[in-house]
């Protein structure tokens, strides 16, 4: 078997965004995943596009349009007039999800990226799409929440859907997919999986009963965890038993993961202890199923462990190893005093979590309580969200530059 087609998407304008100088969500450590990544060379071994903005249509699919038509409009210069509204949809200052400069171009490009994989996935162009950009799970139909606008995930989920019967969202952030699973409550098509941190902690959701309703029983799946877990735990009590059953039970075709890096040790606003190679882990068992995978970002809030994260897990994607040692780029200085790729277990952190067997026999039980997968009559297929011919965009203009894939010069371009 050959290895994986692997697309990449990213537009060098997404990094340039800033929540502010005291908010811990920082758009540019997507330039520093970025340009690891190109270091690396791993960039020659994908086939790398700058995505489309996303529509206000198109995000309307999920999002009311009154909530998209606010997004597109509000600024910090025209904050004050919009008074109760901002408290409605839950941005700015008070929040935290600023109202900043070029949000609404923000909401687009991350959103553009990840329907932009799923159609690939869609159209069986590619096995797996990355956009690390995007997995902005926490954002609600009329809502922002958590940092988070537009919720990508859930307009990808429902493009996949458009052709696949049943996809399953994989969350491996420290902070419940709670906009995903509300999304998705009461369906059976989707199932959601989210291993998190549980009690006094954002967003302060994902029990292990709740289970879904309606058609939806059963169907949404969370692990709560406490403080300190390490890889060891994490991947052999929890993750891939479960991840297993999931996939014996529910067959899913599409796997959307979101690889939120603030389950890494040493996070800024995280209490995990996994390593690069236990966070990658994850990635690597759901990959070896070889289920058309879209693969997201999410949550990381210490920069420049994020970058480490992301770069490793393209290269595992990709099948390619890649040395420890970080080679010299833009940002190399961001990676003292070690330059080193991978991250060590902080062995002062304490691994409170001590009821993992239970959490797992609980969930394996009310997996085997499933019927085994819904079966669902697919109708003609409905048109992706973008319909363009091989040589026009939706401007009628000439989209090669578009769909034309990164080479060095053209990133080296971006800066």
């Known amino acids: 078997m050959g290895k994986d087609r692997v697309s990449y998407f990213y537009h060098p304008n997404t990094p340039l965004h800033y929540y502010g100088p005291s908010h811990p969500m920082k758009p540019y450590r997507m330039k520093l995943a970025h340009h690891l990544i190109l270091a690396y060379k791993l960039y020659n071994k ?51 999800c600023p109202v900043f400069d070029g949000l609404y171009d923000f909401v687009q490009l991350y959103t553009g990226a990840s329907l932009d994989g799923a159609v690939q996935l869609n159209q069986q162009q590619a096995d797996i799409c990355i956009n690390w950009c995007g997995g902005l799970h926490h954002a609600k139909k009329s809502e922002a929440s958590g940092f988070c606008y ?13 052709v696949h019967a049943r996809v399953l969202y994989v969350d491996i952030d420290v902070h419940h997919g709670d906009g995903v699973e509300e999304a998705f409550y009461t369906t059976d098509r989707v199932m959601t999986f989210s291993l998190h941190k549980y009690g006094d902690f954002f967003p302060g959701t994902g029990h292990i009963q709740d289970v879904g309703a309606k058609d939806g029983v059963g169907y949404s799946v969370n692990a709560p965890l406490q403080a300190g877990i390490t890889d060891e735990t994490y991947l052999n009590d929890l993750f891939i038993p479960v991840f297993d059953k999931i996939m014996q039970v ?24 996994l390593t690069t190679h236990g966070h990658a882990d994850a990635v690597k068992h759901v990959k070896s199923y070889g289920v058309p995978t879209l693969v997201l970002g999410g949550g990381g809030y210490t920069i420049r462990n994020v970058a480490r994260c992301w770069a490793y897990e393209t290269s595992v994607l990709l099948d390619e190893p890649i040395s420890n040692e970080i080679p010299f780029n833009d940002y190399y200085e961001y990676y003292a005093p070690d330059f080193e790729l991978h991250l060590k277990p902080d062995p002062s952190m304490e691994n409170v979590n001590i009821n993992l067997d239970s959490i797992r026999t609980e969930l394996l039980q009310h997996l085997q309580d499933l019927q085994g997968a819904p079966s669902v009559q697919m109708q003609q297929v409905p048109p992706s969200f973008r319909i363009l011919n091989d040589d026009q965009n939706e401007d009628g203009e000439d989209s090669k530059k578009q769909k034309k894939p990164h080479d060095a010069e053209l990133y080296d371009n971006v800066d």
């Open 250 to 273: 529910f067959q899913p075709g599409a796997i959307v993961l979101q690889c939120g890096a603030d389950s890494l040790t040493g996070d800024r606003l995280g209490c995990f202890n």
């Open 46 to 96: 994908m086939d790398c596009y700058r995505c489309h903005p996303a529509t206000a249509a198109e995000m309307a699919h999920f999002h009311s349009d009154e909530y998209v038509q606010f997004l597109s409009k509000i600024t910090p210069d025209n904050l004050r007039q919009y008074g109760s509204v901002l408290q409605k949809f839950n941005a700015g200052d008070t929040t935290d």
């Open 150 to 162: 537009i919720n990508d995930i859930v307009l990808a989920i429902l493009e996949l859907l458009k």
